[in-house]
C-alpha cells in the first residue's frame, strides 16, 4: 500500500499565495514522478505541474509564471508554491506519485484525497 497525506489548501484571496505539501509513504521502492493534478466543479481533472525524480518539470499552460513545483527525493515529498492566484485555479489538488514498489515490480498509481483551494475574487 502507498499512501499519499496533502496539506495547505484554503481560502485566499485573488494574488494571494498558498503552498501545498504532498508526503508520500508505504510500500515503497522508488517514486518516477510525483505531481499535481486539479479538478474544479463540473469539470474534468487536469494536470498543474509534475516533477520527476532526475528534476524534469511539467507545467499547464495556465498556471507557468505563477506556481513552482519542488520536490525532495529523500524525503517522498513534492510542493506546489502558488501565487498569483486567481479565481479560475479554485478546484480540489490532487497528489500524484508513480511509485515503483520493488524492483523488478510494475509501477503504480497512487493519489491522494484532495485539498480544497478556494480563491475569491
Known amino acids: 500500500q502507498v499512501q499519499l497525506v496533502e496539506s495547505g489548501g484554503g481560502l485566499v484571496q485573488a494574488g494571494g499565495s498558498l503552498r501545498l505539501s504532498c508526503t508520500a509513504s508505504?510500500?515503497?521502492?522508488?517514486?518516477?514522478?510525483m505531481g499535481w493534478y486539479r479538478q474544479a466543479p463540473g469539470k474534468q481533472r487536469e494536470l498543474v505541474a509534475t516533477?520527476?525524480?532526475?528534476?524534469?518539470?511539467n507545467y499547464a499552460d495556465s498556471v507557468k509564471g505563477r506556481f513552482t513545483i519542488s520536490r525532495d527525493n529523500a524525503k517522498n515529498t513534492v510542493w506546489l508554491q502558488m501565487n498569483s492566484l486567481k479565481p479560475e485555479d479554485t478546484a480540489v489538488y490532487f497528489c500524484?506519485?508513480?511509485?515503483?514498489?520493488?524492483?523488478?515490480?510494475?509501477?503504480?498509481?497512487?493519489w491522494g484525497q484532495g485539498t480544497l483551494v478556494t480563491v475569491s475574487s
Open positions: 508505504g510500500s515503497i521502492f522508488s517514486i518516477y514522478t
Open positions: 516533477k520527476t525524480r532526475g528534476g524534469f518539470t
Open positions: 500524484n506519485a508513480v511509485v515503483q514498489r520493488g524492483p523488478l515490480a510494475a509501477s503504480l498509481d497512487a
